[in-house]
Structures are given as C-alpha cells and as structure tokens.
C-alpha cells in the first residue's frame, strides 16, 4: 500500500495499492479482450435489482479461463495484469501447443513460471490445478468447481481462499472464505494457492469521486429518507429506527437472515454453517 502527500483532504485519507510492484505489462492481449455491455444492477427485464450501480469508466472485457480444459498440457506465465472487471490479479499463460488465455492469478505466482492443470500435477506449485482428492489436508485453493467440469463457480476474489479439511470417500471437505465448511465432489479440479492482491479490503478510496470511476453510486441511508421511501424513515431530528430488526426498502428483514430455501438441494452438502 501506499500513501501520497496530504495534498487535499482526499490524498489525506486515500491508501492505495502499487500496482506497478504487482503487474509486469499494462496492456491486455488483444486476441483475448473484446467490448461489452454492462448492464449494471439490472435484470433480464432490465429492472435494477441491485441498487447503487452505474456509471464508471469505460471497460474492456478480457475472456478469463474458468474451465482450465487444456488438460496435460504445461503453461508458461507471460505476464501477470490488472483486470478493471474483478478484484484479483490475471495472468496470462501460453500453452506448449501455441495458445494463449488468462487465468486467475494466485498470490505466489511469478512471471516465466510453469503452471499444469493434471492429476498429475504438484500439489505443492500455486498455479496448478488438480482434483481435489490429490490434494493434501491443509492446502489452501482457489477457483473451486461446484460440480466436475463445470468451471470454477467459487472462492473467485482477490486475496480469497478455501482449506481442505478432510478426504470422506467420494467427498472433500472444504473450508470456505465464509468460515463454512462444505462438502464437495473429489473429482472436482480447483487451483493451488491463495489469490493475488490480498492487500485489497485494505485499500481507501479517499473521495466519492474514485467511487464513481469504480462504478459504485451514492448509497443514501434509510433513515435519511421519508416513510413513503424506506421504513427507517420519517421523524424529527436524528431517530432510531423503531423496529426490531433492520428491513429492505421493500420491508423485508436484513443482517443476519437465512436467505437459503429451506428445501434447496444444496443443504445436504453443508457439514457447518458459517460463523454469525
């Protein structure tokens, strides 16, 4: 991390992190970008379902990797990159047969490296990725597959990792960056190491304006507003909320409330919840 000179108030409060000491090259590879149309916050309907998204800089989308299906063959790291599109850093691989394509960065991973996706693949190197059956207890792994050969689903943002725990037969336990601990398919392929740019909750924005370059729009307390907008508003001077618990705009309960469907598939595969 890094400060600059209190300049302003903003440059006072700022932190920012040195990417120049993380990334070795600026600009993405062309084959693998193209433009895309953000839809911030909205739906198929193109209602917002999210709110306080919108606006930003402009982005170029770079095509990630989730699947990692070039099996067997060793990959070199050229480059390790930013990406304005997620939060972990990217790196660039070039296959043995001449193909190239981005990949999420692990912490430890270094420019001219050789990375392989293979069962037989070192369980020790960040980088490789492998079935989560040949992987010791007490690694750490990212880019985890919900079911085998669907792609990298979680455990997906920067400085994020899950801990193998125990090896049950045709099951992993996994524990996630949630502090809960799941069961997954042995067969499942997940990439060694923890992910890159862990110095990134530490960063400080320091102005509302980097938020909007970020694409993040101003976010107004319930409170502040009338009984008609929210039903934390309303009342003369500063007031609490006067409820039990906090709510939505739309009334529902917030912080702290079970979300899961208590008939959804998944609740078998969940060995302990996450810490409250």
Not at 81 to 94: F, G, K, M, T, V
Not at 152 to 180: C, D, H, I, W
Not at 238 to 252: D, F, H, V, Y
Request: with cysteine; proline share 6%; aromatic share 8%.
């Amino acid at each position: 991390m890094k400060k600059h000179a209190p300049t302003s108030p903003a440059q006072r409060q700022a932190e920012f992190i040195r990417w120049r000491s993380l990334v070795t090259k600026t600009d993405p590879e062309k084959a693998l970008t193209r433009g895309r149309k953000r839809h911030v916050g909205r739906n198929a309907a193109g209602r917002i379902t999210t709110r306080h998204k919108g606006g930003g800089a402009k982005r170029l989308w770079r095509e990630i990797d989730f699947f990692y299906d070039k099996k067997d063959i060793p990959a070199r790291v050229e480059t390790l990159e930013y990406d304005p599109n997620r939060s972990a850093l990217i790196a660039l691989l070039a296959y043995r047969d001449g193909e190239k394509r981005y990949v999420l960065a692990p912490k430890d991973l270094k420019a001219g490296q050789t990375v392989l996706s293979s069962k037989q693949a070192l369980p020790s190197d960040a980088g490789n990725r492998m079935p989560l059956k040949f992987l010791p207890i007490g690694t750490f792994v990212h880019n985890v597959e919900l079911f085998p050969g669907r792609g990298g689903a979680l455990v997906r943002s920067a400085g994020s990792y899950a801990e193998v725990l125990a090896q049950e037969g045709r099951f992993t336990n996994l524990k996630l960056p949630s502090t809960e601990v799941r069961k997954f398919f042995s067969e499942c392929f997940a990439t060694v190491g923890q992910l890159s740019n862990v110095e990134h909750m530490l960063e400080s924005y320091g102005k509302a304006g980097r938020s909007r370059w970020k694409g993040i729009r101003p976010t107004v307390r319930g409170s502040a507003m009338n009984p008609v907008d929210h039903p934390h508003g309303g009342g003369e001077g500063r007031q609490p909320i006067g409820l039990k618990s906090p709510k939505t705009p739309w009334g529902k309960k917030a912080r702290g409330v079970l979300t899961r469907g208590r008939k959804k598939q998944s609740w078998k595969y969940i060995v302990s919840r996450r810490r409250k």
